[in-house]
């Protein structure tokens, strides 16, 4: 059975770095690659359910899209609820949102009224912070809504881009980093 640090190892060495995408001078990190390769996918699961397994955590939010394919394993991992956090116009119900800028673009987030129950304590998923903007409007939805942000979690951190300053006051856990170009 591989120790923490050998699974990030895993993790990190299943992730491909792809230069000048979506634009010239941004290495893009995907994490299609995780998810390809099972075992390295498991691992960030299990060290994510492990950091949270004795937190109380009620939700688990996880942003669209690719913090989707983290954040719904993690709360089945838990037993707990999943939130999506969707890209505008994609929720059926009445929603609250949050404008947010990333390395690359301005977007807006969503979240159903009612998902989180004012006092519920939430862990926030997505695969990787770089500005921070996405993870700071994350918190701010559920802060709205009424819900303790407990801690946030990424794959990847690119600690270049000091996404940590935009969301200080709000605990971060990643299990690598990673570069620019
Ligand atoms: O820390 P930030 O500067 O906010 O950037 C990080 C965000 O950028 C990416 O999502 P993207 O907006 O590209 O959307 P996608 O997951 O739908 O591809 C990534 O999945 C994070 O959600
Ligand atoms: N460099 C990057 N790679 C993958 N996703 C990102 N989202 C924002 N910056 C990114």
């Keep these: 059975m591989a120790d923490v640090e050998a699974k990030k190892e895993i993790i990190k060495n299943a992730?491909?770095?792809?230069?000048?995408?979506?634009?010239?001078?941004?290495?893009?990190?995907?994490?299609?690659?995780?998810?390809?390769?099972?075992?390295?996918?498991?691992?960030?699961?299990?060290?994510f359910a492990e950091?949270?397994?004795?937190?109380?955590?009620?939700?688990?939010?996880?942003?669209?899209?690719?913090?989707?394919i983290f954040g719904a394993?993690?709360?089945?991992?838990?037993?707990?609820?999943?939130?999506?956090?969707?890209?505008?116009?994609?929720l059926p119900g009445d929603k609250i949102s949050e404008e947010y800028k990333t390395e690359y673009s301005t977007d807006k987030i969503e979240m159903h009224v009612g998902a989180i129950q004012p006092g519920q304590r939430v862990v926030l998923v997505d695969d990787l912070i770089a500005t921070g903007g996405t993870l700071a409007a994350g918190i701010n939805l559920v802060k709205k809504a009424g819900g303790v942000v407990v801690e946030a979690a990424c794959v990847i951190e690119l600690p270049f881009l000091k996404g940590r300053d935009k969301i200080q006051g709000t605990d971060l856990f990643v299990l690598v980093e990673k570069e620019g170009l």
């Design 15 to 47: 992730i491909r770095g792809i230069p000048d995408f979506p634009h010239k001078g941004i290495l893009f990190w995907d994490v299609t690659t995780i998810m390809l390769n099972h075992q390295a996918f498991q691992y960030s699961i299990d060290l």
């Design 51 to 68: 950091q949270y397994k004795d937190k109380k955590i009620d939700v688990v939010a996880g942003f669209e899209a690719r913090g989707l």
């Design 73 to 90: 394993p993690l709360a089945l991992a838990l037993g707990v609820a999943f939130v999506p956090l969707r890209k505008p116009g994609k």
